[in-house]
């Protein structure tokens, strides 16, 4: 309820979230808010920190001052990812947003690298600790402004499908878990005098470490080109088929400039009889309809088939029969016949997930199969092979 009305409040035309203005505002109230809590946090905790004598405490209270500096770093990265297209970068600046989630990640391991070396110092050089009661019900507090912010965070991520406050999300429920474990280290003097203080900080630090490293793995992947999600390949794919006269698609290519800003390029298959202008008008219709509705920037290539022919009939038959009959083959298209007489060169595509068949054998090998079994039907064939690699699972 919160979360909603402070979108409602501070955020305009708030549910077009495809719009750019409206998506950075998210950002930036991510991370206003993000400054405030954490900021609040440290304040809190060094204040219990000091009261009690805990490291752990102290530990967490700093991790709470790395995180409001993250939310600094938010906002700064929504502000450059917004950053009109230019002639070094003709496809926008939205892959900042994905580089601000990787700096967050990396100090967000630092500070677990520093407690650590802290809390290893307490174990060395133990102090009595004893149980007080402000600071073990400020820290309290700080678990439930925690948890309220990661609900925060999770929406706003969601809401605008973006990988630094999905990040910002995740950090906070890592804090829920560190501080719970801190409010138990700040309840074992009731209970033992052994000065366990300095092993629950490596155990928060450790929390903080595997955070900073799961966000680090979440955030680099696009930037270094992870796939794009089945769903927007199937919304592609089913999209272009949907249009009249497009019987086929391959060679789908997804490229991520940033949330929001995809481009992808795809072939059609076209009858090759058909008049041009006329399937023109249907392919335009189709790369501006779709990129309207999927809020992408789609190129939509044209692929003539061959007239159908019985020669062309039957020798496609025998090619299903081979490819049906491979596991390694997906799929094949872009089949045509070239050449007259006896002498003929078949000329097709076959599909392949390129991380199967490399454990099996290699493009080369892969091809003389399929050679040599169609040159054991029509010996006077030639086939030209093109070997497409499929990352993509529908």
């Known amino acids: 309820m919160i979360s909603k009305f402070l979108v409602n409040k501070f955020i305009k035309n708030n ?3 495809e719009d750019e203005n409206v998506r950075v505002s998210y950002g930036y109230l ?9 900021s609040l946090l440290f304040i809190i905790k060094v204040v219990a920190g000091l009261l009690s ?4 405490v102290l530990a967490d209270a ?5 995180d409001a500096a993250s939310s600094i770093i938010t906002i700064i990265g929504f502000k450059l990812s917004k950053a009109p297209a230019d002639k070094e970068h003709p496809f926008g600046h939205g892959r900042i947003e994905y580089i601000s989630a990787l700096i967050v990640s990396f100090m967000v391991i630092i500070v677990g690298f520093e407690f650590i070396k802290t809390s290893i110092s307490t174990i060395l050089n133990p102090k009595p600790l004893k149980f007080e009661l402000i600071p073990f ?33 995740l950090d906070a429920m890592g804090d829920v878990f560190t501080s719970s474990v801190v409010v138990l280290s700040l309840l074992t003097p009731m209970f033992t005098s052994l000065p366990i203080d300095g092993y629950v900080g490596v155990l928060v630090a450790l929390a903080i470490l595997y955070s900073g490293f799961t966000l680090v793995k979440d955030t680099i992947g696009p930037l270094i080109g992870e796939a794009p999600s089945p769903e927007l390949v199937k919304a592609i794919t089913e999209g272009v088929l949907s249009y009249d006269n497009i019987t086929g698609v391959h060679d789908l290519i997804i490229h991520n400039y940033g949330p929001g800003k995809c481009m992808a390029s795809i072939h059609a298959e076209i009858p090759a009889s058909i008049n041009v202008m006329k399937i023109h008008e249907i ?3 189709a790369e501006r309809e779709l990129s309207k509705k999927l809020n992408i920037y789609l190129v939509i290539h044209m692929d003539p088939i ?8 039957e020798t496609r038959k025998e090619i299903e029969k081979i490819i049906k009959y491979n596991p390694l083959i997906k799929s094949f298209h872009d089949f045509r016949i070239i050449g007259e007489g006896d002498h003929k060169n078949l000329i097709f595509d076959v599909v392949v997930n390129p991380n199967t068949l490399n454990k099996i054998m290699s493009e080369d090998e892969l091809k003389a199969q399929i050679i040599s079994e169609m040159k054991s039907i029509h010996p006077d064939y030639n086939c030209i092979i093109t070997i497409d690699n499929d990352f993509h699972e529908v």
């Open 62 to 66: 700093f991790n709470n001052l790395s």
């Open 137 to 169: 019900i400020l820290v309290l507090v700080s678990i439930g402004f925690k948890l309220w912010l990661s609900k925060f965070n999770k929406f706003m991520g969601n809401r605008i499908n973006s990988t630094a406050l999905k990040a910002a999300a």
């Open 53 to 56: 004598g805990s490291i752990a």
């Open 306 to 313: 061959s007239v159908e022919t019985e020669e062309i009939k």
């Open 15 to 17: 549910s077009d979230v």
């Open 30 to 38: 991510g991370g206003i808010v993000g400054i405030i809590i954490n």
């Open 283 to 285: 392919i335009d219709t």
